[in-house]
């Protein structure tokens, strides 16, 4: 059964920083992908980033790009997210995903795993 937990959201002032980390367990981590994912209170959920299997290839979506920056520990089974210059409209809650293969995908169906997610607040 696969597991995916994620941890290190809070609440934040706008400029500021957070990493989030998601822990995973019962597949072999270091063959796929993984992403992040957020959906904010009456949206729809949307890609924030994905990193492939060895973590050479990574796509961001334009709203975090430069700001977030996705890093995986493939001997630790974790994957992170480091949150700088955070906005108000970054509040979401977040959530870690795993594809089904190793390349970096954007696609929400691409990923068959999911975390519980976690929270992010932003105040202006």
């Known amino acids: 059964q696969v597991q995916l937990v994620e941890s290190g959201g809070g609440l934040v002032q706008a400029g500021g920083s957070l990493r989030l980390s998601c822990a995973t367990s019962g597949r072999t981590f270091s063959s796929y992908a993984m992403g992040w994912f957020r959906q904010a209170p009456g949206k729809e959920r949307e890609f924030v980033g994905t990193?492939?299997?060895?973590?050479?290839?990574?796509h961001y979506a334009d709203s975090v790009k430069g700001r977030f920056t996705i890093s995986r520990d493939n001997a630790k089974n974790t994957v992170s997210l480091q949150m700088n210059s955070l906005k108000p409209e970054d509040t979401a809650v977040y959530y870690c995903a795993a594809a089904r293969w190793g390349s970096p995908t954007t696609r929400f169906s691409d990923y068959p795993y999911w975390g519980q997610g976690t929270q992010v607040t932003v105040s202006s």
């Open positions: 990193i492939g299997w060895s973590a050479a290839l990574g």
